[in-house]
């Protein structure tokens, strides 16, 4: 399909320039595409890109990224089952990452991110081939197949470099540092990400995708190897300098501190200015922002929500509100949400949410089923909690682990189930018309001629003959002739249209949808990624506390005490005090740990706390919110920049991660800086420490520049600005905690959106205090 990527112009910071040089003599001089319009967008018209958000953007749009040095267009598809034994096995077999596993057939010697692979490359002094992406992203499976199965590209690899896998989601640490690089070093950045490094782990040349060889004026990987093994040998103190210069730059680049004494920036300002930013790059006919490709963007909603809460009486803040709902139904009626079977895909090619890439990831069901309640509670349309309960549906179908756990993703690609070899895009999420007909052949009774379920289904969902799917959005051909659901009439106007009443038609459709996800059983299923984040799972835990608080569904609410188990007892070691990073399924589904865990990252505290707070909230199970307070004691000792305020997003302690980031902008997932500000002040609330409330503060003075200048790149952040500056309200309910009376009001105060909202409990009294957001 046809996709368009943004890409931005990298800093024209003096430091920066050798590191240029040198890649333009590595890759040659035509691959460096330098836009001279300084930090200008530009399009890019790619097929199934890389994604990649910035913290060097001045925009918050979580889009695809490529370096403009290194992408070749390809054709799509993918490697089909083998029924012969593999002829090699790498050391990556023995790890439990997909991605890492996706590659343990590899005729290249890879080795994980680790001490034997940094001994190995000082020892024989041998620069190290850095390769990182994530088992589900198009573009690595792309390259693995051309270039890493390839026996002539294996030797290459492993006679002259120390080659390592990452799995951006198991280190986000490691993919930070050197995605800082490469967009420094090339303008773009984006997934399979190629990095080559000194010994000591110092980058002096990056890139993205390359092909296995040479295309026209674009060198192939193997062209690039080679001059990259001359310059070792003859112009390594080039290579090695400029390296250290864009690592100098890049560390005052990505600094984020308050000066002595700053207070955090004055929040109906900055919030103002949020909106401002919003409504400038909203698109009024579809919803969403900027063009296309469109994602989701959850925290922008969430802010437009909370903003509209505080501003009701303002023509801003109607405008806010109208924003949010329009961009939620437009979503809800498009191709990225499977109408089938549940859930929302990871983003749209085209403007109007028809054409969706069609990755499912755990994160983006989490934000934006807590995105859809609070709208059914901001605008009382049930549709919204509909959608909400959809989302949850799918997750608890097709995403959760039988130990209580989330897993974090469904491949876009899959075998055709009309059979073949090769993986396609969306292959088990379209339909063609004539398998739409043969499922639905019988003639609806009252229907004016004799129209079909099929004919009624498919105007309804925009069927076609001859497909739906634009040839400019299907450069490959692989959705010719198919059907991406898209709602294109209401029951109302479909009921017309074909003489029957709405009820009648909700009935047919539901039927069919039904029978569709039925048929999809048979189909060959993308690959799942069993990975289980501790991240991810604590937002997914805020959903089902979150929405099975609004609902009063006491369903939901079990499976968000079930998630939070899981994640005491899996995803926390108790002799370290510790959060793990993740877990995974083994062979007999159960739930397996590598033999070096690795340590939880500063989302992985953030999220979790976020997480055990909304279940503490939506059960007053006061076991929750003594946890949350031992992380929150954890984090703070871990992670927190005792100078310059805010927290880091690794430990800064970890000598094999060269730089000390704070991430600043609110993409595909908040920043945890942003959620930890709310963490700080809800506990505040909860337990009356005031250096929680101070701390808090402090990081919002840290994010002070962002937050004034481009507060659009911090939505979640700003929302917590907005919780500190306006005053709360206590709405305080009385009674016994199970008594029918009690549990009635408490449903009161959760059906209503009340932002930042805190509730407490003691042995015999329930109180609920709510910031009620008003000005005294």
Same mark, same amino acid.
């Given at each position: 399909?046809?996709?368009?990527?943004?890409?931005?112009?990298?800093?024209?910071?003096?430091?920066?320039?050798?590191?240029?040089?040198?890649?333009?003599?590595?890759?040659?001089?035509?691959?460096?595409?330098?836009?001279?319009?300084?930090?200008?967008?530009?399009?890019?018209?790619?097929?199934?890109?890389?994604?990649?958000?910035?913290?060097?953007?001045?925009?918050?749009?979580?889009?695809?990224?490529?370096?403009?040095?290194?992408?070749?267009?390809?054709?799509?598809?993918?490697?089909?089952?083998?029924?012969?034994?593999?002829?090699?096995?790498?050391?990556?077999?023995?790890?439990?990452?997909?991605?890492?596993?996706?590659?343990?057939?590899?005729?290249?010697?890879?080795?994980?991110?680790?001490?034997?692979?940094?001994?190995?490359?000082?020892?024989?002094?041998?620069?190290?081939?850095?390769?990182?992406?994530?088992?589900?992203?198009?573009?690595?499976?792309?390259?693995?197949?051309?270039?890493?199965?390839?026996?002539?590209?294996?030797?290459?690899?492993?006679?002259?470099?120390?080659?390592?896998?990452?799995?951006?989601?198991?280190?986000?640490?490691?993919?930070?540092?050197?995605?800082?690089?490469?967009?420094?070093?090339?303008?773009?950045?984006?997934?399979?990400?190629?990095?080559?490094?000194?010994?000591?782990?110092?980058?002096?040349?990056?890139?993205?995708?390359?092909?296995?060889?040479?295309?026209?004026?674009?060198?192939?990987?193997?062209?690039?190897?080679?001059?990259?093994?001359?310059?070792?040998?003859?112009?390594?103190?080039?290579?090695?300098?400029?390296?250290?210069?864009?690592?100098?730059?890049?560390?005052?680049?990505?600094?984020?501190?308050?000066?002595?004494?700053?207070?955090?920036?004055?929040?109906?300002?900055?919030?103002?200015?949020?909106?401002?930013?919003?409504?400038?790059?909203?698109?009024?006919?579809?919803?969403?922002?900027?063009?296309?490709?469109?994602?989701?963007?959850?925290?922008?909603?969430?802010?437009?929500?909370?903003?509209?809460?505080?501003?009701?009486?303002?023509?801003?803040?109607?405008?806010?509100?109208?924003?949010?709902?329009?961009?939620?139904?437009?979503?809800?009626?498009?191709?990225?949400?499977?109408?089938?079977?549940?859930?929302?895909?990871?983003?749209?090619?085209?403007?109007?949410?028809?054409?969706?890439?069609?990755?499912?990831?755990?994160?983006?069901?989490?934000?934006?089923?807590?995105?859809?309640?609070?709208?059914?509670?901001?605008?009382?349309?049930?549709?919204?909690?509909?959608?909400?309960?959809?989302?949850?549906?799918?997750?608890?179908?097709?995403?959760?682990?039988?130990?209580?756990?989330?897993?974090?993703?469904?491949?876009?690609?899959?075998?055709?189930?009309?059979?073949?070899?090769?993986?396609?895009?969306?292959?088990?999420?379209?339909?063609?018309?004539?398998?739409?007909?043969?499922?639905?052949?019988?003639?609806?009774?009252?229907?004016?001629?004799?129209?079909?379920?099929?004919?009624?289904?498919?105007?309804?969902?925009?069927?076609?003959?001859?497909?739906?799917?634009?040839?400019?959005?299907?450069?490959?051909?692989?959705?010719?002739?198919?059907?991406?659901?898209?709602?294109?009439?209401?029951?109302?106007?479909?009921?017309?249209?074909?003489?029957?009443?709405?009820?009648?038609?909700?009935?047919?459709?539901?039927?069919?949808?039904?029978?569709?996800?039925?048929?999809?059983?048979?189909?060959?299923?993308?690959?799942?990624?069993?990975?289980?984040?501790?991240?991810?799972?604590?937002?997914?835990?805020?959903?089902?506390?979150?929405?099975?608080?609004?609902?009063?569904?006491?369903?939901?609410?079990?499976?968000?005490?079930?998630?939070?188990?899981?994640?005491?007892?899996?995803?926390?070691?108790?002799?370290?005090?510790?959060?793990?990073?993740?877990?995974?399924?083994?062979?007999?589904?159960?739930?397996?740990?590598?033999?070096?865990?690795?340590?939880?990252?500063?989302?992985?505290?953030?999220?979790?706390?976020?997480? +055990? /707070?909304? !279940?503490?909230?939506? &059960?007053?199970?006061?076991? $929750? =919110? %003594?946890?949350?307070?031992? *992380?929150?004691?954890?984090?703070?000792?871990?992670?927190?920049?005792?100078?310059?305020?805010?927290?880091?997003?690794?430990?800064?302690?970890?000598?094999?991660?060269?730089?000390?980031?704070?991430?600043?902008?609110?993409?595909?997932?908040?920043?945890?800086?942003?959620?930890?500000?709310?963490? +700080? /002040?809800? !506990?505040?609330?909860? &337990?009356?420490?005031?250096? $929680? =409330? %101070?701390?808090?503060?402090? *990081?919002?003075?840290?994010?002070?520049?962002?937050?004034?200048?481009?507060?659009?790149?911090?939505?979640?952040?700003?929302?917590?600005?907005?919780?500190?500056?306006?005053?709360?309200?206590?709405?305080?309910?009385?009674?016994?905690?199970?008594?029918?009376?009690?549990?009635?009001?408490?449903?009161?105060?959760?059906?209503?959106?009340?932002?930042?909202?805190?509730?407490?409990?003691?042995?015999?009294?329930?109180?609920?205090?709510?910031?009620?957001?008003?000005?005294?």
């Amino acid at each position: 399909m046809l996709k368009l990527a943004w890409c931005w112009s990298a800093s024209k910071n003096s430091r920066v320039e050798p590191a240029r040089r040198v890649t333009a003599a590595v890759l040659g001089a035509d691959r460096l595409q330098r836009n001279p319009g300084g930090n200008t967008r530009c399009f890019r018209h790619i097929s199934h890109p890389p994604s990649y958000k910035s913290p060097l953007h001045h925009h918050p749009q979580p889009a695809c990224h490529l370096s403009p040095t290194v992408f070749m267009s390809m054709a799509s598809g993918g490697e089909g089952p083998s029924s012969t034994p593999p002829q090699h096995t790498n050391r990556l077999a023995k790890e439990r990452s997909p991605y890492l596993l996706q590659h343990a057939h590899n005729p290249v010697d890879w080795y994980p991110w680790g001490q034997d692979a940094f001994d190995k490359a000082k020892n024989e002094d041998k620069p190290i081939f850095l390769s990182v992406g994530y088992s589900t992203c198009h573009w690595c499976h792309v390259m693995e197949r051309e270039s890493f199965e390839d026996e002539e590209l294996g030797r290459i690899l492993s006679d002259n470099f120390v080659c390592i896998k990452v799995d951006r989601e198991e280190r986000p640490d490691v993919d930070k540092v050197y995605m800082n690089f490469v967009q420094a070093t090339s303008g773009g950045g984006g997934w399979p990400m190629s990095v080559w490094l000194t010994p000591d782990l110092r980058p002096f040349i990056g890139g993205t995708y390359f092909p296995p060889r040479d295309h026209g004026r674009r060198p192939g990987l193997k062209t690039v190897l080679t001059r990259i093994m001359e310059q070792w040998q003859n112009n390594r103190p080039a290579l090695e300098s400029s390296g250290d210069r864009i690592l100098e730059a890049l560390k005052k680049g990505t600094t984020v501190a308050a000066s002595p004494g700053q207070s955090p920036p004055l929040a109906t300002g900055v919030a103002d200015r949020c909106f401002q930013q919003l409504a400038h790059s909203y698109e009024e006919e579809y919803g969403g922002f900027r063009d296309a490709p469109k994602f989701p963007t959850p925290v922008n909603l969430m802010f437009l929500m909370s903003y509209w809460s505080v501003n009701r009486s303002t023509s801003e803040g109607v405008e806010a509100l109208q924003m949010a709902l329009h961009t939620l139904r437009m979503m809800a009626l498009g191709g990225i949400h499977d109408h089938v079977a549940q859930g929302f895909h990871r983003y749209s090619t085209d403007s109007s949410w028809h054409v969706p890439h069609f990755e499912k990831m755990l994160y983006d069901q989490a934000q934006l089923a807590v995105a859809y309640i609070t709208a059914s509670q901001v605008s009382g349309e049930q549709r919204f909690a509909e959608v909400a309960e959809d989302i949850l549906r799918y997750v608890s179908r097709d995403l959760s682990d039988k130990s209580g756990g989330f897993y974090s993703a469904e491949d876009a690609d899959s075998l055709p189930a009309s059979g073949g070899r090769e993986k396609r895009e969306g292959a088990f999420c379209v339909w063609t018309a004539s398998e739409v007909r043969e499922l639905f052949p019988d003639v609806v009774e009252g229907t004016t001629g004799t129209s079909t379920q099929a004919d009624i289904f498919m105007h309804h969902y925009g069927v076609k003959e001859q497909g739906n799917v634009a040839p400019e959005q299907d450069p490959h051909g692989e959705l010719q002739g198919q059907n991406v659901l898209i709602v294109r009439y209401s029951a109302e106007l479909t009921a017309a249209r074909f003489g029957v009443s709405v009820e009648k038609v909700n009935e047919l459709l539901a039927s069919a949808r039904t029978k569709m996800a039925e048929v999809r059983t048979s189909r060959p299923r993308p690959h799942l990624d069993t990975k289980m984040l501790a991240s991810w799972n604590g937002l997914m835990l805020s959903a089902y506390a979150r929405v099975g608080a609004v609902l009063g569904d006491k369903a939901l609410l079990e499976r968000a005490v079930q998630a939070g188990a899981f994640l005491q007892e899996h995803l926390w070691d108790g002799e370290r005090q510790t959060i793990l990073r993740s877990c995974y399924r083994g062979e007999q589904m159960e739930v397996q740990q590598i033999s070096t865990p690795i340590s939880g990252f500063l989302d992985d505290y953030a999220f979790v706390i976020c997480g +055990l /707070l909304d !279940l503490y909230e939506a &059960t007053l199970q006061t076991e $929750w =919110l %003594q946890w949350a307070e031992e *992380l929150q004691l954890r984090q703070d000792a871990l992670f927190w920049d005792d100078q310059g305020g805010g927290y880091f997003c690794s430990d800064p302690s970890d000598s094999t991660v060269l730089l000390r980031l704070k991430e600043d902008q609110d993409g595909a997932e908040p920043s945890a800086n942003s959620v930890s500000a709310s963490n +700080l /002040l809800r !506990l505040s609330h909860f &337990t009356g420490r005031q250096d $929680w =409330l %101070q701390r808090s503060q402090q *990081l919002l003075a840290a994010f002070s520049d962002r937050l004034t200048k481009v507060p659009i790149a911090l939505p979640e952040m700003v929302r917590s600005l907005m919780a500190q500056h306006y005053t709360l309200k206590q709405i305080v309910i009385c009674g016994q905690r199970d008594a029918p009376d009690t549990t009635s009001l408490l449903a009161a105060v959760n059906s209503v959106f009340l932002p930042h909202k805190v509730s407490l409990s003691d042995p015999v009294c329930v109180c609920v205090c709510v910031c009620v957001c008003v000005c005294v």
